[in-house]
């Protein structure tokens, strides 16, 4: 229900954008959060929007690099990510929440995921 695409190569510095888009459930009930998962590490957060795109939330290593926004209209998520580092590869996840927080219990569903590599 949940499809994020978007990922890929890119060089360190470089940008990328990613999407998530949700099908079969009403988009702008859902606060929706990006979370990361590099080669042998727990999965963490990343960055969320409120329902209405009026709040966010950042982890501190991506606050100041990486955006996210949301169009209701399109039952769509982006997640815009600038100045990219070798530490930001990692399989990016769209998840959709009921509550708001940066907690992986709050969201659900989830989406399948898209890696992304930034090479040096």
């Known amino acids: 229900q949940l499809q994020a695409s978007g990922g890929g190569l890119v060089q360190v510095g470089g940008s990328l954008r990613l999407s998530c888009g949700i099908s079969?459930?009403?988009?702008?009930?859902?606060?929706m959060g990006w979370f990361r998962q590099a080669p042998g590490r727990e999965r963490e957060f990343v960055i969320a929007i409120s329902r209405s795109g009026g709040r966010r939330l950042y982890s501190d290593s991506v606050k100041g690099r990486f955006t996210i926004s949301r169009d209701n209209a399109k039952n769509t998520v982006y997640l815009q990510m600038t100045s990219l580092k070798p530490e930001d590869t990692s399989v990016y996840y769209c998840?959709?929440?009921?509550?708001?927080?940066?907690?992986?219990?709050?969201?659900?569903?989830w989406g399948q995921g898209t890696l992304v590599t930034v090479s040096s």
């Open positions: 079969g459930r009403t988009f702008n009930n859902y606060h």
């Open positions: 998840a959709a929440g009921m509550g708001w927080g940066t907690h992986e219990s709050e969201y659900d569903p």
